[in-house]
């Protein structure tokens, strides 16, 4: 059974910073293109990041370029998102969502909390 | 960014109802669309990719359509498991982007 499971979110003031990992199980998660999602309270998920399994190439929405980093570690089935200089709009729900075979984000995780605020 | 506009934002129907949600993409994003559902404090659920092709799982009461810039998600014989929100999302060109959203509430 393919398992997506995030951790890490939290408290954390403006300008600061978190890791998020998603652990994987289930599947040869190395053979997978990996997705950051999230969800602002009362909002519509909005896409973050994508890492692909092919030639790990990254990409980025404009909201957060330059602030975060999606990276994995196909040792540990783990997927991160470094976020660095944190905003009060960052404020969210973030997914991990793996991408099918020939389709967009068919296993989501539970999803993990991060709230910006001082 | 490509821009994806859904209609209506809520919709309220009934046991038994079918319902139709479209989706509009603000240019050409041939079939690359897909259409989740999510239900309160869960992560969304994939339904339709690639316009009309049923996910896995998904019952055949749900049927998707359309191409270009226009998408419709039609539920047949509506369930009281189907009182969700439903997002079109589109994956042609960077960056994913996804529609407002479509609640179908109870009536």
């Known amino acids: 059974e393919v398992q997506l499971l995030e951790s890490g979110g939290g408290l954390v003031q403006p300008g600061g910073s978190l890791r998020l990992s998603c652990a994987a199980s289930?599947?040869?998660?190395?053979?997978?293109?990996m997705n950051w999602v999230r969800q602002a309270p009362g909002k519509g998920p909005e896409w973050v990041a994508d890492?692909?399994?092919?030639?790990?190439?990254?990409h980025y929405a404009d909201s957060v370029k330059g602030r975060f980093t999606i990276s994995r570690d196909n040792s540990k089935n783990t997927l991160y998102l470094q976020m660095n200089n944190l905003r009060a709009e960052d404020t969210a729900i973030y997914y991990c969502a793996r991408d099918g075979p020939s389709r967009p984000w068919d296993y989501w995780g539970q999803g993990t909390l991060v709230t910006v605020s001082s | 960014d490509i821009q994806m506009t859904q209609s209506p934002s809520t919709l309220s129907a009934s046991v038994g109802d079918r319902v139709t949600i479209t989706c509009r993409a603000s240019q050409n994003i041939n079939t690359w669309l897909a259409w989740h559902q999510q239900k309160p404090g869960k992560a969304p659920k994939l339904l339709i990719y690639k316009a009309s092709n049923l996910e896995t799982g998904v019952p055949s009461r749900f049927s998707g359509s359309g191409s270009g810039t226009e998408f419709t998600l039609t539920i047949n014989s509506l369930q009281t498991d189907d009182f969700a929100t439903y997002y079109c999302q589109q994956y042609n060109s960077y960056s994913w982007t996804f529609g407002q959203g479509t609640k179908v509430e109870i009536k």
């Open positions: 289930g599947f040869t998660f190395s053979d997978y293109a």
């Open positions: 890492l692909k399994s092919r030639d790990g190439s990254t």
